[in-house]
């Protein structure tokens, strides 16, 4: 639910900050590995979620294949560093950048179809690109590529390193963040609310939504290629299955959807609870198969009897949230 | 002085079946032009044709000197044609001030998203939803929803607007008040073409009619030479009443 | 030259099981606009089921169909009032997503009860020789029962009351409520009668290739890019439209490895999609 005031003070970003600020400082200060390699996930969870989110919750398409985006910046960031020893900043924003042009060229194709045809299209681009880089020599075929000990180097060797990727994953998360409140709030994110309400109705109001689709489709890609970069240059090693892994593509979207799709803090919520939903589970039971049901199950719920998700809840019962909670 | 929307020998068929065919249609600046025939007589569909829903087979659509025939509704919308629908489309889950936010954003000016809203705003207040300005589209009442549909396509500013039966399903309180509210917008410049069925809006708020049966125009003239036309009245199966003026039974 | 034509036909045999399990994707769509993300999970637990049923009832495996059929039925119902009857009037998304989530929750158990490893399902059907070349008897009979079941299909939409009522259901939801037609009801109906399809597309799979919980994905494209080639909501189409999938595997398998085929067919559906956004019989519900 969205809620406009023409109130200059916005509270909301003030609180993107903090959160950002907390998740760069707390491990740095306390100098503590684990919690920087838990929220690290973290962070990582929260940008494929709030990426996600334009899509789905802005536009209202479901992108299914959203992990592509991740696993083919990460290979193209770890392709560069490994074989061309680019640096890592350089090699990443390269992959950011062409997956953004792939997404925005295949999105005017398919987006200029409707949202079922548009998921259809995404379900399969995964396992299509997974099979595609299985058989792809270049990039190691289904072995993957490896990164030596010295492409840490230049970052001061792989302790230092680790904590510069840390820094450089929680700054992607927080511009995620960022981006997601101000598309929200331009004229972008407005056309892109009237999609996802009636898209008929918002073309005949003249917005250009084929274009507006891809756009976006584009601009979701980029932050979570750039995490995809991050992860695996981190990690040491890409390869198809752990890159293009469709359970990691489908808990993007039970985060959007439990946390409260539409919102800004809503994936970066769901994102968080399932997480810790996922923790519990997993040390709970001794079938991970059962993360798959339950997950399945909180979606059907959320979908049948709260589509608003948790956000979604709190805004109907508490109003003054919108401002302060967006 | 010529037209602002030139129609030329339009033409539509969908499967076998003549939806629109040889239809020749002209608004004024400032006009309002009155576009009424029975049930399926192709009404909507030259609506669609007109905003780009749908492709004419035929025919051509030139709009204050652009040739807009076949562009896609986005595009029409830019060149300031506005449309309000006769099932409303209310984007439900904004508010009411969102909904006209959007009008004004993508109409015919490519404004700000802040100019937009003080639009919106006004045009909200000017048709009577003021109260109403945050409330979800969604949770308005069919007279809301109908009032919303005509505010969001005023709020793009156009300089052609096409109502598509707006009085349908109102009260007779609410069809005076919606009355009210169309001779506004034709005094504040606004060329309109409109669909409607309630007879006797029709004949007071028209400058012109033209009447199509089966896709093809039966006539065309000021209220009065229509409504007394033979082919019209039998068009309407001999229910001459039913094209009384201003006061008759409706 | 002739190696290919024994592999085009066949390819033309399992296309037919490909038709029968799109039928069941494009009767649903066609009818209530809902895309079933559960079909490929679906067919999964048709092959199970006939791996399950066969030695269980101690029949043969074509014996224990009519079973499977009924047990799909029953399935397809309960699913549509679980998790389908509460999207139908809401955005397209909603229903994606629920159907999805009864996947999640399907393939979450097929997994559980069943592991990923591969399964078989033991038949034996006499191999037909034909101008030098074996037909396998299993492909044949496939082929044969799919046939059999589509035209018994037709012959429900087409010649009983029921089935006018979901063309009617289809055609226009509200006039037939107007009509005296129990709309819902028939929404179920089809819903189950889809879901009925998709099941024993699965267990006639199963009688023709080993499978694991994971088949799914694959046959389930195949039934995407089938669905699109003949038309939403045309059953007719779907089945031509296996088939002619079925002629193109024919024709690429002695010329390229297996696992290029899903990136052939996905390539081909979204090809499909973007030049002919109506689908290729132009009946379309967008």
């Given at each position: ?326 | ?31 309002l032009l009155g576009l ?7 009404k909507s569909?030259?609506f ?33 044609i506005a449309r309000a629908h006769q ?59 109908k009032?919303?549909e005509l505010?969001?396509a005023l709020?793009?500013?156009p300089?052609l607007l096409l109502l598509d039966e707006v009085l349908a ?9 919606m009355i009210?509210i169309v001779?506004?917008i034709r005094?504040?410049?606004v060329a309109i073409l409109m669909i409607e069925?309630v007879?006797?809006a029709i004949?007071?708020l028209s ?44 | ?286």
């Amino acid at each position: 639910m969205i809620s406009v005031r023409l109130s200059s003070f916005r509270p909301f970003p003030w609180l993107i900050l903090i959160v950002t600020a907390a998740f760069a400082l707390v491990p740095w200060w306390t100098d503590n590995v684990t919690w920087r390699e838990n929220l690290i996930l973290a962070a990582l969870d929260i940008t494929l979620a709030s990426n996600l989110n334009l899509m789905l919750g802005y536009a209202g398409y479901v992108n299914f294949g959203n992990i592509v985006m991740f696993g083919l910046g990460g290979y193209i960031g770890v392709y560069l560093v490994s074989v061309w020893h680019w640096p890592l900043l350089g090699a990443t924003l390269a992959g950011a950048i062409a997956v953004s042009i792939i997404a925005y060229l295949f999105g005017l194709g398919v987006l200029r179809l409707r949202g079922a045809y548009f998921a259809l299209a995404t379900i399969g681009v995964n396992e299509a690109v997974s099979v595609f880089v299985t058989n792809f020599e270049p990039w190691g075929g289904a072995t993957g590529l490896y990164l030596s000990l010295g492409a840490y180097a230049p970052l001061g060797g792989p302790g230092r390193a680790l904590w510069i990727v840390y820094f450089l994953m929680v700054a992607v998360m927080g511009l995620s963040l960022a981006l997601s409140y101000a598309i929200r709030h331009s004229k972008f994110g407005l056309g892109l609310l009237a999609i996802g309400e009636n898209e008929d109705a918002a073309a005949t109001l003249g917005v250009p939504t084929r274009i507006y689709k891809a756009m976006v489709y584009s601009v979701s890609a980029f932050l979570p290629a750039i995490a995809g970069g991050l992860y695996f240059f981190k990690s040491g090693i890409i390869e198809p299955s752990g890159a293009f892994d469709l359970t990691t593509s489908i808990e993007a979207i039970v985060m959007v959807m439990l946390g409260g799709q539409g919102t800004v803090a809503g994936p970066a919520i769901g994102a968080f609870l399932y997480e810790e939903l996922r923790g519990y589970l997993l040390t709970a039971q001794t079938f991970s198969h059962f993360q798959l049901v339950v997950a399945g199950l909180l979606l059907l719920v959320i979908v049948l009897f709260a589509p608003g998700g948790l956000l979604g809840f709190v805004h109907q019962k508490l109003p003054f949230t919108r401002r302060w909670l967006e | 002085m010529t037209a602002l929307l030139e129609v030329t020998d339009l033409g539509k068929r969908f499967g076998g079946v003549e939806a629109v065919a040889d239809l020749d249609l002209e608004v004024s600046a400032g006009e309002l032009l009155g576009l009424i025939g029975p049930n399926g007589a192709g009404k909507s569909t030259v609506f669609n044709l007109i905003n780009g829903v749908v492709a004419p087979d035929s025919g051509r659509i030139v709009f204050a000197g652009a040739n807009i025939t076949g562009n896609a509704p986005y595009i029409v919308a830019r060149h300031g044609i506005a449309r309000a629908h006769q099932i409303v489309q209310p984007l439900a889950g904004l508010s009411v001030l969102e909904n006209c936010t959007v009008g004004a954003c993508f109409g015919r000016d490519n404004l700000s998203l802040a100019r937009a809203r003080e639009i919106a705003r006004e045009v909200v207040t000017t048709v009577g939803l003021a109260e109403r300005m945050d409330t979800l589209a969604g949770s308005l009442t069919t007279a809301g929803k109908k009032r919303l549909e005509l505010a969001r396509a005023l709020s793009a500013r156009p300089r052609l607007l096409l109502l598509d039966e707006v009085l349908a399903g109102l009260n007779p309180t609410e069809v005076e008040e919606m009355i009210e509210i169309v001779q506004d917008i034709r005094r504040a410049g606004v060329a309109i073409l409109m669909i409607e069925h309630v007879m006797r809006a029709i004949m007071r708020l028209s400058d012109r009619i033209v009447v199509l049966d089966l896709g093809r125009k039966l006539a065309a003239g000021r209220p009065q030479e229509v409504a007394n036309d033979p082919k019209v009245i039998e068009a309407y199966l001999g229910d001459s009443n039913l094209l009384a003026t201003t006061d008759g039974a409706a | 030259m002739a190696e290919i034509l024994a592999s085009v036909i066949d390819g033309v045999l399992i296309g037919a099981v490909y038709g029968l399990a799109a039928m069941g994707l494009t009767l649903i769509w066609g009818v209530m606009n809902v895309i079933n993300l559960s079909h490929g999970a679906i067919i999964v637990f048709g092959m199970f089921a006939l791996y399950s049923l066969s030695p269980m009832l101690g029949l043969n495996p074509y014996a224990a169909l009519p079973i499977g059929v009924v047990i799909g039925f029953v399935a397809g119902m309960l699913l549509y009032w679980v998790a389908v009857h509460r999207v139908i009037g809401r955005p397209p998304l909603m229903s994606l997503l629920s159907t999805f989530a009864v996947n999640m929750v399907l393939i979450g158990l097929g997994t559980a009860f069943w592991s990923t490893s591969p399964y078989n399902v033991p038949v034996w059907l006499p191999s037909v020789s034909w101008q030098g070349y074996t037909y396998t008897g299993t492909h044949i009979m496939a082929a044969v029962l799919a046939a059999v079941i589509a035209g018994l299909l037709y012959l429900l939409l087409y010649r009983t009351r029921i089935g006018k009522a979901i063309r009617a259901v289809s055609a226009n939801r509200a006039a037939a409520e107007l009509s005296g037609i129990p709309t819902t009801q028939m929404l179920a109906l089809s819903f189950g009668l889809g879901v009925t399809l998709a099941f024993a597309s699965g267990m006639l799979i199963a009688t023709l290739f080993p499978f694991t919980v994971l088949s799914g994905g694959a046959y389930q494209l195949k039934s995407f890019v089938v669905t699109v080639l003949g038309g939403l909501g045309n059953p007719a189409g779907a089945l031509l439209g296996g088939i002619f999938l079925g002629l193109i595997e024919g024709v690429a398998t002695p010329f390229m490895p297996v696992s290029w085929m899903p990136m052939i067919e996905f390539t081909l559906f979204v090809i499909v999609l973007i030049a002919f956004p109506r689908g290729i019989f132009s009946y379309s519900r967008t």
